[in-house]
């Protein structure tokens, strides 16, 4: 008869002490972190679909391009930096920086408006809608939002949390 | 459009909390140590420490 550390001695070490936990959140590969990441960005919940979270991916797909989308019917713009007055401390308008990266956030729904030439009445036009500033705030928060979204696919796929 | 907008307010709110997992944050843990003893050195000179007793952070100064 053996003993119990004779027992436990014989159990290779991958079925001894390196079991993870149930529901134990897991590091996917390499490649597929990066993956999960780019898609993420260009469209909205790519990133979870990629990593099997199918609910959250359709949430973050349909509120992010629906929040774009509604932006530029509301007559958003689509902002680009712009070079500051002459004189000025830096040399561009650090606000349409800001307005860039957040609409930038988007990914494809930033680039595709811009092939497709949306959004892209010139300021004093647009900003005669009085729904313009509505647009804008929507198709900034919708990229902002997808920034948010890019940490947690990276978050998932790193192991951090499930 | 008021009731679009508001939707897409309330689906917005769902992807931050959608975002957010309070399981993954760092998790405490399950039971501090404890200290079923303290004792304090005799001496001239001031003596401090810390100890768990009960699942109490105690600081420990004489």
């Known amino acids: ?162 | 459009m008021h009731v679009l907008m508001m939707s897409m307010y309330a689906a917005m709110a769902a992807v931050v909390l959608a975002t957010v997992d309070p399981k993954s944050e760092t998790p405490a843990p399950a039971s501090h140590p404890r200290v079923k003893d303290i004792r304090l050195v005799p001496g001239n000179r001031p003596a401090a420490g810390v100890g768990v007793v009960s699942n109490t952070l105690v600081n420990v100064s004489v």
């Open chain 1, 1 to 162: 008869m053996q003993t119990r550390d004779t027992l436990t001695d014989s159990i290779p070490p991958h079925f001894s002490d390196r079991a993870l936990p149930f529901n134990q959140p897991t590091p996917f590969p390499l490649a597929r972190r990066i993956v999960a990441v780019i898609a993420s960005w260009l469209v909205p919940g790519a990133g979870h679909l990629a990593l099997g979270r199918y609910g959250r991916a359709l949430l973050f797909f349909v509120t992010i391009v629906g929040a774009f989308v509604l932006g530029l019917s509301l007559n958003g713009h689509l902002y680009w930096p712009t070079v500051a007055e002459p004189g000025a401390t830096f040399h561009y308008d650090l606000i349409t920086v800001l307005w860039f990266f957040a609409e930038i956030g988007s990914g494809l729904c930033y680039i595709g408006s811009y092939v497709l030439g949306l959004g892209m009445i010139p300021i004093p036009q647009a900003a005669a809608s009085p729904t313009f500033e509505y647009g804008n705030t929507f198709m900034f928060l919708a990229g902002l939002l997808n920034y948010l979204v890019i940490h947690d696919a990276f978050d998932i796929a790193a192991g951090r949390k499930n």
